[in-house]
C-alpha cells in the first residue's frame, strides 16, 4: 500500500481475480439460511451504459450484505436475447450503418469480429462476453457465473415451451383476433415502456377511431375518424388539405379517399382492401359536398390545410360548436356557416367552442397550446356535465359520459363506420423503420383477465416484500386492469417456438416470466450433467411440481435446489418494467408453480438521466459506454455514486462532476485509514467511550438500512457520518490506538458491500482473510453510552455557537465565558417531556411545582417565561433530541473536561459557569438565556 496515491485500476484488478481464483461469488448451501436476488435481465442489442449499472449495482449491494451476513446468496445473471434487438443489431452491421459501425471500432471490436457480426447468433455471444467480462466482472459483482444463461438456448425453449404446456392445461391460453404492432422490416414487435422492441414509443397507446364514412353524389367515400363519434350530429363541413394528392382504394365493394399514409395502414387492418392507383388533389375535392350518414345532411368540403395526412384518414370531420380547433378554422376560412350546438352544458352558451375560445383571446390557428387548453376545457366540461340535445333525435337526453359506444355502434350496424387503430404517438421499430398496427385473425393469448388468476395474485403481493412502498398499493390496482396479452409473434425473431402453432414464436414479455427458475437448472447444462433433450415435460413437473417420478439422481438434485433456493426473494427491476414485466413475473408464477414457490419480493429503482431528464438510452445516444467510466472514476467511485447520489425511488441526472467527487471521497478515505497507523498511543476516557457508543450508533443504524434497502441512508451513514466521527475525534485529540484499529476495522467491514475493491486492500493491510465474506458488524450495547453521547454533542453545539458569534461580531476573544443551564431547566424540560409522552402536558401545573421550590420564587418571571416557552420548544424536537434531553449529562463537568480543547481552538481563555450558582447570585445575569444543551455564551 502506497501512502501516497490510490490506485484504483491496479486494485480493483487485483482483488476482483483473487474473488473468482477463490469462488467467492458461487452460489453455496451451508448456513441453510439462504437469499435469492435478480436483475431484470438485460436484452442483447448493443453496449449497456451507465445507466443500466446502477440496478445491477444495487443487486450486488444486496447480494453482499446479505451474505455477510450469514446467508447463502443466490444471485444469478443471464441475456434476454429474445426477439429482434439482435436480428436488428446485425442488419445494421450488415448494411454498415455508422453509429453501429463507430460504436464497434471505438470498443475495439477488430474487424474480423465486426464481420461475424452479420449473424443475430454471433451478436448475442459475442455481447455476452462484453457484458460478463467488461462490466459485470469489471465492477466486482458476485454473480454466480456458473449459471450464465440465454434465452435463446435449447435448454431455456424447453423451459418456456413447458411454460405455456402448463397455461394451457388451466385454459389460461386462448385465441381471437388482435391488433398487433408489426414492423413491415422485422415483423411483430412488442410495444411497451421496456422498449425490448422498439427504439422511441415505448409509452404509444392503441387508439380505436370510429372511422364515419361520409358519401359523396357519386358514392365514393371520404372516410373522417374520430374519438367521439356522438358530435357527428353537429358536423358542419369537411376539412381537405389542398396540398396533399389522396388515393382511391378500393374497401368491400367501395371506394374510399383518403391519403396516402392511411391507405397503407388501411390494408394492414381491414380485410378486403385494395389500391386502385387512382390519385385525386386535395386542391379537385375542395368545394364538393357529402352527406353526413345518419342524419343524412349535404355539407361543403372546405380548404383546410391543417389536415394531417399521416393523422387518422387524413379528412378531418368539422364540429365548430364543440371543437376549439375547429370553430377558429372556420372563423379564418371566411366561410359562412354557422355552428351546430348538439350539446347543452351549465355554464356554456349556445356555441361552446367560441365562449373558451373567446375567454382564452384565441383569434388564430397557430395559438395551438391556447387551442389545446381550450380543448381540453371543453371536452372535459361536456364529458362531465354534458347531455346531447334535441339536435340528435333518439340519443337526446343522454349525458356525454353515458353514451359510451351507442352512436358507433349504429353507425357500425348500417355499415356507415368501421374501426381503425392508431399509435398515440410515432413508434419507431430497433431496425429504425415505423411500426404499424396489423390485425391477426387467430392470435394466442394468455389470459390474464382470468378473475380467479388476477385475485389470487392481488392477495399474494399482500405478503410480499415490495419497495418502494406505493408500488404495493399499487400492483393490486395495475392487475385489476392488465387484460389479455398476445403471446406469439411471425418473423425474423429469436426466441422459443410457440409449441401449439408452427413456425411462430412466444415473444419477449410472455417468454420472460418464470425465468428465474432456469437459473438453478442452468448450472447443470453448462456443467453439462444434463442435456436440453433430457428436458421433457416429466422433467420439469418432477424438479418443479414434484408430479412424476425421477429418472436420474440429476434430477433429484435439481428438485432439491428448487426446494432449496425458491422462490425468489428479490426481483429487481427499473421503473419501466411496473406495468409489465413485474404484473407477468408475478401472474405467470401464481398460474404454473406452487405457492411456496411464488415470489417474495420487488425492488423498482427508477432510471439514471441525462440532461434535459430523458432517461439514457443507447438508441438515443448520450449514454457513456461503462468501460470507459470505470477507467475514468473508479468502480468504487461508482458504485458509491449509484448508492448515495439519490434514493433509489427517484430518477438522478448523470453528471460527471458529481461522480468525480465520489472518486474523491474514495481517496480520501484511504489516505485517511494510512494516517490513522502514525498516531501516538494515548487514551482519553469520555472521548473513547464517545467514539466506541457512536461506532455503535452507526452500526444500529446502518443495518437497519440494509434489512430495509434503504442503500442511500447505508451508505451515507458509512461514508459520510461514521469519517465527521473519526475526523471530530482526532480533531478533538483522542488517539487511542486499540481503540482507533478496532474503529478502522469495523469501518472497512461496514463498507464492503458497496466499495468491495477499497475495502479489500485496506483490510489486508493486517488481515490475510476476505473481508467480503467477513461477518457484518453488529451492535454491542454494553459499548453504548448516552451521556458521552450528549456530553460530546453539547460540545459540538459550543463549538458551533461560538463560531457563529465570532463570524458576526467579528471579535477577536480574550475570553469566553460559557455559562451551563440551571439544573431547575434541566428538570422543568425532562417533566415536560414525561408529560408530553402522556399527552398531560399542563403549563399552569409544572408553574405550580417548580415555584414550590423556594431557590425559584426570586427567579418567578423567569420560570414563568422558560416553561410558557416549553410547549412550542417541544413540538419542534424530533425524537433524537427529545431522547438528548432526557439523558442526565453534567454539562459544566463534561465541558470542563474539554476545556483545553476549547482554548486551542480558540486561541483565548474559556471559563465555565455552573448555572445554579451564578443566577441565584445575580438573576439578571447572561445565564438566565442558557437551556438545556444550548449554554449561554459571552465573549470579551
Not at 485529540?733 to 467491514?749: D, E, P, Y
Request: glycine share 6%; aromatic share 12%; hydrophobic share 40%.
Amino acid at each position: 500500500m502506497s501512502p501516497v496515491s490510490y490506485d484504483y485500476v491496479a486494485i480493483e484488478n487485483k482483488w476482483q481475480h483473487a474473488w473468482f481464483e477463490h469462488g467467492l461469488y458461487e452460489a453455496t448451501q451451508k448456513h441453510h439460511k439462504k437469499f435469492f436476488i435478480h436483475f431484470a435481465y438485460p436484452g442483447v442489442s448493443g453496449y449497456l451504459h451507465v445507466g443500466h449499472m446502477r440496478g445491477f449495482t444495487y443487486c450486488d449491494i444486496i447480494a453482499r450484505y446479505k451474505k455477510m451476513t450469514g446467508h447463502d446468496v443466490m444471485f444469478p445473471a443471464g441475456f434476454h436475447a429474445s426477439g429482434i434487438p439482435s436480428v436488428g443489431f446485425a442488419k445494421k452491421v450488415e448494411r454498415k450503418d455508422k453509429i453501429t459501425m463507430k460504436a464497434l471500432e471505438e470498443y475495439g471490436c477488430s474487424d474480423a469480429c465486426i464481420n461475424t457480426l452479420t449473424d443475430p447468433q454471433a451478436v448475442v455471444d459475442y455481447f455476452a462476453k462484453v457484458y460478463v467480462n467488461d462490466y459485470w466482472k469489471r465492477f466486482g459483482f458476485f454473480i454466480d457465473y456458473s449459471r450464465i444463461m440465454s434465452t435463446i438456448s435449447p435448454g431455456y425453449n424447453k423451459f418456456i415451451q413447458w411454460q405455456f404446456y402448463k397455461l394451457k392445461e388451466k385454459d389460461l391460453l386462448i385465441q381471437k383476433p388482435h391488433f398487433a404492432p408489426f414492423c413491415p422490416n422485422c415483423g411483430p414487435v412488442a410495444v411497451d415502456k421496456s422498449e425490448t422492441d422498439i427504439s422511441t414509443g415505448g409509452s404509444a397507446e392503441i387508439l380505436e377511431f370510429t372511422t364515419i364514412k361520409f358519401r359523396m353524389p357519386d358514392g365514393t367515400i371520404l372516410p373522417a375518424a374520430t374519438l367521439r363519434p356522438e358530435t357527428i350530429f353537429g358536423v358542419t363541413n369537411m376539412w381537405i388539405n389542398p396540398s396533399v394528392t389522396y388515393v382511391k382504394i378500393q374497401v368491400d365493394d367501395e371506394t374510399w379517399i383518403c391519403s396516402k399514409e392511411a391507405a397503407e395502414k388501411l390494408l394492414y387492418q381491414l380485410d378486403k382492401v385494395k389500391p386502385l392507383n387512382k390519385t385525386i388533389s386535395g386542391k379537385e375535392l375542395i368545394g364538393k359536398t357529402c352527406t353526413i350518414p345518419l342524419v343524412e345532411r349535404k355539407i361543403p368540403i372546405l380548404s383546410g390545410p391543417f389536415a394531417d395526412p399521416k393523422v387518422a384518414t387524413g379528412i378531418v370531420m368539422s364540429v365548430p360548436a364543440h371543437a376549439p380547433y375547429d370553430w377558429i378554422a372556420l372563423v379564418e376560412s371566411g366561410e359562412p356557416i354557422e355552428a351546430i350546438t348538439i350539446i347543452d352544458v351549465k355554464g356554456f352558451g349556445t356555441n361552446p367552442a367560441k365562449q373558451v375560445c373567446d375567454e382564452l383571446g384565441i383569434t388564430r390557428q397557430k395559438e395551438t397550446e391556447k387551442l389545446d387548453e381550450a380543448t381540453e376545457l371543453v371536452y372535459k366540461k361536456e364529458f362531465h356535465t354534458g347531455y346531447l340535445n334535441e339536435q340528435c333525435g333518439i340519443y337526446a337526453g343522454i349525458r356525454i359520459s353515458d353514451i359510451k359506444d351507442e352512436v358507433k355502434n349504429e353507425l357500425i350496424a348500417q355499415n356507415q363506420a368501421t374501426v381503425i387503430r392508431e399509435f398515440s404517438e410515432d413508434v419507431i421499430c430497433r431496425c429504425g423503420g415505423k411500426v404499424k398496427i396489423k390485425k391477426i385473425p387467430d392470435q394466442w393469448f394468455i389470459k390474464y383477465s382470468d378473475k380467479q388468476l388476477t385475485t389470487i395474485s392481488q392477495n399474494h403481493i399482500q405478503h410480499m416484500n415490495i419497495y418502494p412502498g406505493e408500488y404495493q398499493q399499487e400492483l393490486p390496482h395495475v392487475l385489476d386492469w392488465f387484460d389479455d396479452r398476445a403471446c406469439i409473434r411471425k418473423g425474423s425473431w429469436l426466441g422459443t417456438e410457440f409449441p401449439f402453432k408452427k413456425g411462430w414464436i412466444i415473444e419477449p414479455i410472455s417468454d420472460s416470466t418464470l425465468y428465474p427458475a432456469y437459473y438453478l437448472i442452468s448450472k447443470y447444462i453448462n456443467e453439462k450433467k444434463i442435456k436440453p433433450e433430457e428436458m421433457t415435460e416429466a422433467f420439469f413437473d418432477y424438479v418443479f411440481l414434484s408430479k412424476g417420478t425421477p429418472k436420474t439422481n440429476v434430477w433429484d438434485n435439481i428438485k432439491a435446489d428448487v426446494s432449496y433456493w425458491y422462490p425468489v426473494d428479490i426481483n429487481l427491476g427499473g421503473k419501466e418494467h411496473k406495468t409489465v414485466h413485474f404484473p407477468v413475473f408475478l401472474m405467470n408464477h401464481v398460474a404454473v408453480l406452487p405457492p411456496e414457490q411464488w415470489p417474495q419480493g420487488i425492488f423498482v429503482h427508477w432510471w439514471v438521466t441525462q440532461k434535459g431528464k430523458e432517461k439514457i438510452s443507447k438508441s438515443k445516444g448520450g449514454a457513456e459506454h461503462i468501460a470507459k467510466a470505470a477507467q475514468l472514476y473508479g468502480v468504487d467511485a461508482m458504485r458509491l455514486y449509484y448508492a448515495h447520489v439519490g434514493s433509489p425511488f427517484v430518477d438522478v441526472e448523470w453528471d460527471t462532476d458529481i461522480v468525480m467527487k465520489y472518486k474523491n471521497k474514495v481517496a480520501n478515505i484511504w489516505k485517511l485509514a494510512q494516517q490513522l497507523s502514525t498516531k501516538k498511543d494515548a487514551k482519553s476516557k469520555n472521548l473513547d467511550s464517545w467514539l466506541l457508543s457512536t461506532m455503535n450508533r452507526r452500526i444500529q443504524q446502518i443495518v437497519s438500512a440494509f434489512e430495509s434497502y434503504d442503500l442511500r441512508v447505508a451508505s451515507n451513514e458509512i461514508f459520510f457520518e461514521c469519517q465527521k466521527d473519526l475526523q471530530w475525534y482526532l480533531k478533538r485529540g483522542g488517539s487511542n490506538a486499540s481503540l482507533l484499529k478496532r474503529f478502522l476495522a469495523n469501518w472497512i467491514v461496514l463498507m464492503t458491500p458497496i466499495t468491495p475493491h477499497l475495502a479489500e486492500e485496506l483490510w489486508h493491510a493486517n488481515n490475510d482473510t476476505f473481508v467480503s465474506v467477513h461477518e457484518y458488524p453488529t451492535v454491542n450495547k454494553k459499548d453504548i453510552s448516552e451521556q458521552d453521547e450528549v456530553g460530546e454533542y453539547l460540545l459540538a453545539k459550543v463549538v458551533d455557537d461560538i463560531n457563529e458569534i465570532l463570524k458576526v461580531t467579528k471579535i477577536t476573544p480574550k475570553t469566553i465565558y460559557i455559562y451551563v443551564t440551571p439544573s431547575w431547566k434541566k428538570k422543568a424540560m425532562q417533566t415536560a417531556l414525561e408529560l408530553d409522552v402522556k399527552q398531560q402536558f399542563d403549563v399552569g401545573t409544572m408553574m405550580k411545582t417548580l415555584l414550590a421550590d423556594p431557590n425559584l420564587k426570586p427567579l418567578g418571571k423567569q420560570v414563568s417565561q422558560f416553561v410558557g416557552k416549553l410547549g412550542g420548544e417541544i413540538k419542534r424536537l424530533n425524537d433524537q433530541d427529545k431522547q438528548r434531553y432526557c439523558v442526565l449529562v453534567d454539562e459544566k463537568a463534561y465541558l470542563s473536561q474539554a476545556k483545553d480543547y476549547l482554548e486551542d481552538v480558540f486561541s483565548c481563555k474559556v471559563v465555565i459557569v455552573r448555572g445554579d450558582e451564578k443566577e441565584l447570585y445575580d438573576p439578571a445575569a447572561k445565564v438566565r438565556y442558557a437551556v438545556p444543551l444550548r449554554p449561554a455564551i459571552y465573549v470579551e
